[in-house]
């Protein structure tokens, strides 16, 4: 308590007797301000980034040396655990008997300050510099205790002693003062800025999506997110270590050896593929630096591609189907015209009938091939959210007239008769040609996928939810029910083994884009497989 | 007169492909999907069978496995005809047991004809 009220008396007097300086004085206190700023900039390049507490007491208290003369200059620190620090740099040969009567000072500044009795549990003392000598008789006659404070917190104690009486006077305290204050302001804001760095960076770790891990040189897991557990499929509440993240890797990938490897090499390592029992996941794994650019672990991002190698899959899927769809009809195309050249150039004279049969043939596949290339340009307006429609005031009824009648020849074929039940006419608003488009394709699906029996096209009109919908029930193979949500999307064809028929599925999906952009509504229904379908859309009737 | 059979449900590539058969002298029966093919072959054992892959209720490479399990036909040399041409299909075709594989779409007809009379002048000397 003495030394804080000394050295506050110390100090208030210095800034009195500041009015009173001669000018002599005045080039004494600028070549000290000068050196007062190199030690400050000293002291602030050697702090760097660090954060450490103790090393930041410890560089202050080495800087001391060239602006202040003293026996010893020494620094204490009180862990949190309970521990002290207690560093002692012995400038001038002193006893040990000296060092002990610095230590109880500076224990008794301790209690003072924190207004609390401190009894460390251990004191982990060294001692650097001069050797010592107790055969000296020295005693400390004079000395400075100095608290340095960090962020409003009591990080540590400087203490400068001297066998020399009246040794620290005004000049002293003030150099001490400011260069303490000062160093601990710069350290303070480095903190908080720090401090809020890592906030934002654990913050963004944690909310990641990937699962994140680091480790240390020994291959220790150090930090993990959240997100980590459920990527790897880990169930247990403990915190993790290496061995979890091991065990369920599976021995797919040596996670270890890799670390090891990203570290040896300084280079980070991608593993694109690892393929768990139900996952697949990509890795990258790259050294972790600190301030100095050493290195000191690692990183592990694990990214989850299951849902991307699923789509890969697919797109794969769908690129082959598609190939195979348009090399079909090229083929018929090809073949067909080979042998029309070679019937009209036969020695035995054309065959008009025979002519005609290959030209329908040309004609039939270049009109499914046309058909196709055209889903997919529809498809591809759709997906680009470039689709537009030409909305006039059509009657409906009309329109399902006619494309029934279109399809009769068909459905003739397989002895399927279509049979529309609907008002004699219905008037609003709808693009013509894509609402003609979506009941032909509905048409030519059920035809499709229906071997005997009807189809029936109905509307009605609901006027309370302002709705037309137009309903095609067949009696054919019906749809699953694990299906029936599948079939307006991309890439799905359903083609089960029992009854797979030719057909791309884009004409369900090219209905799907044209009713959603008149605002209406597309589905199907079945009670199940072989026990027919009916599809149907619903329009605005307000639009 | 030696029996084709032709297992493709393209009734477009079917046609233009029997009417060859017919014209370079062969007796062609037309499958429209795996279970027709198969059947058929039941009904009277083809010389030669043309088999396209991706066909509806039994694809190609199982009706090739099915044939190949029948004594009757495991001897019937047939050459796949499809437009699916990625190496894992190619293998599997391979596999099965083809004694011939070509690309639809990069074959003339005549070039089929050709190989339907290579496959079959081959299998005539090894029997």
């Not at chain 1, 397989?414 to 008037?427: D, F, G, Q, R």
């Amino acid at each position: 308590m003495l030394a804080i009220v000394v050295s506050a008396y110390i100090y208030a007097s210095m800034r009195e007797r500041k009015f009173l300086r001669s000018e002599a004085n005045q080039s004494l206190e600028l070549q000290q301000k000068v050196y007062q700023a190199q030690v400050l900039k000293e002291i602030n390049d050697r702090i760097g980034y660090s954060l450490d507490t103790g090393k930041i007491v410890d560089i202050i208290t080495s800087s001391l040396g060239n602006l202040l003369e003293y026996d010893t200059v020494s620094y204490m620190v009180l862990e949190p655990d309970g521990k002290a620090l207690f560093k002692c740099h012995v400038e001038k040969t002193v006893t040990h008997d000296f060092i002990e009567q610095v230590k109880h000072k500076m224990l008794m500044s301790y209690e003072a300050i924190l207004n609390q009795a401190v009894a460390p549990k251990a004191v982990d003392e060294s001692i650097t510099g001069n050797i010592l000598d107790d055969s000296l008789r020295v005693e400390v006659q004079s000395f400075f205790n100095l608290p340095v404070v960090i962020s409003e917190k009591l990080v540590g104690l400087i203490n400068v002693a001297s066998s020399e009486k009246g040794r620290y006077g005004a000049e002293q305290a003030s150099i001490l003062y400011t260069i303490t204050n000062q160093a601990a302001t710069a350290v303070s804001k480095l903190q908080s800025l720090l401090e809020s760095e890592k906030g934002k960076l654990a913050a963004v770790i944690y909310s990641l999506a990937d699962g994140v891990i680091t480790v240390d040189l020994t291959n220790q897991l150090t930090v993990y997110n959240p997100a980590l557990k459920g990527i790897l499929g880990i169930v247990t509440e403990k915190p993790l270590t290496m061995f979890d993240i091991v065990d369920s890797l599976a021995g797919k990938v040596d996670i270890r050896t890799k670390i090891e490897q990203a570290i040896a090499e300084d280079k980070p390592i991608a593993i694109p593929e690892v393929l768990l029992k139900d996952k697949a996941l990509e890795l990258t794994i790259a050294s972790v630096k600190n301030s100095e650019g050493e290195i000191i672990g690692a990183s592990v991002v694990f990214h989850d591609i299951t849902t991307e190698k699923a789509l890969e899959k697919l797109r794969q899927e769908f690129t082959a189907m598609m190939v195979h769809e348009l090399r079909a009809p090229l083929t018929a195309v090809r073949w067909s015209s080979e042998s029309l050249l070679k019937n009209l150039s036969a020695a035995s004279g054309v065959e008009p009938a025979k002519v005609k049969d290959t030209v329908l043939t040309i004609e039939t596949a270049s009109n499914n091939m046309l058909e196709l290339v055209n889903d997919l340009l529809d498809v591809a307006k759709i997906e680009a959210g470039k689709f537009e429609l030409n909305m006039q005031e059509y009657d409906i009824v009309e329109l399902i007239n006619e494309q029934a009648k279109a399809f009769k020849p068909q459905a003739e074929i397989k002895h399927l008769a279509i049979n529309v039940t609907a008002p004699e006419k219905y008037s609003l608003k709808f693009d013509r040609v894509r609402i003609g488009q979506v009941l032909s394709n509905l048409i030519s699906n059920s035809i499709k996928y229906t071997d005997s029996g009807q189809i029936e096209i109905n509307l009605s009109v609901n006027a309370e939810e302002k709705t037309a919908t137009v309903y095609i029930k067949d009696s054919g193979i019906g749809v699953s029910r694990e299906d029936l949500g599948q079939l307006f999307s991309k890439f799905k064809q359903l083609r089960g083994s029992e009854h797979a028929r030719k057909g791309t599925g884009l004409g369900l999906v090219v209905s799907k884009g044209i009713i959603d952009a008149h605002g209406g509504k597309i589905w199907a229904e079945s009670a199940g497989e072989n026990l027919g379908s009916t599809f149907a859309f619903s329009l605005p009737l307000n639009k | 007169m030696t029996k084709i059979l032709l297992a493709e449900d393209d009734k477009l590539i079917s046609n233009s492909l029997c009417d060859a058969l017919k014209a370079a002298g062969y007796e062609p029966t037309p499958a429209y999907d795996g279970e027709e093919a198969v059947a058929k072959t039941k009904e009277s054992v083809p010389d030669l069978i043309l088999l396209d892959i991706m066909m509806p209720k039994l694809d190609g490479i199982s009706v090739l496995w099915e044939l190949k399990a029948n004594p009757a036909t495991a001897s019937v040399p047939v050459i796949v005809l499809t437009n699916i041409g990625d190496v894992d299909t190619i293998s599997k075709i391979v596999e099965a047991g083809a004694t011939d594989y070509l690309l639809k779409s990069d074959q003339s007809v005549d070039e089929i004809i050709q190989k339907v009379k290579d496959v079959l002048a081959r299998t005539v000397k090894l029997s």
